[in-house]
């Protein structure tokens, strides 16, 4: 943890940032920024045709909710287009993924909620049957081994 250095209000030049390869991320709630045990907030800037392929979190649950732009979300075998104001909920050990296939960027935030960060946070099943077979044949660029 962060000791006496944790921070309660969060600025601007505060925030956390990390590229990924499906988008940038902004930390805005995470340890060592915090003091947060149970809860992360990040926001994505996802852009056209990236992808947080399909993945799954063990010990903590998410809610996505989108700001700006589009994106095809996966929570298990369902997926739904979303748009500006709406929220996808992603319970903890459930198979998910964020697809944008616009031609415009896709911003969301994500709120991520556990009773313990444990490891592994994320474990990658994209290339696993049958979410291999949910996406287009495009679906291999979205996963980067």
Not at 13 to 41: C, N, Y
Not at 50 to 77: D, K
Not at 124 to 139: F, G, H, I, T
Request: aromatic content about 10%; hydrophobic content about 40%; some cysteine.
């Amino acid at each position: 943890m962060c000791g006496t250095e944790c921070l309660q209000f969060i600025s601007t030049p505060d925030v956390i940032i990390e590229q990924a390869p499906w988008g940038e991320h902004e930390w805005f709630v995470q340890p060592p920024l915090t003091k947060s045990e149970h809860l992360m907030m990040v926001k994505v800037t996802m852009g056209p045709g990236q992808a947080h392929r399909f993945h799954f979190h063990p010990h903590f649950e998410e809610a996505i909710y989108f700001l700006e732009g589009s994106a095809l979300q996966w929570v298990g075998e369902k997926s739904q287009l979303m748009n500006p104001g709406e929220v996808a909920h992603v319970p903890a050990g459930e198979i998910h993924g964020t697809y944008n296939i616009s031609n415009e960027k896709c911003i969301f935030l994500v709120a991520l909620a556990s009773a313990k960060f444990q490891e592994p946070m994320v474990v990658d099943v994209c290339q696993e049957s049958p979410w291999r077979d949910l996406m287009d044949p495009d679906c291999d660029s979205y996963c980067q081994p």
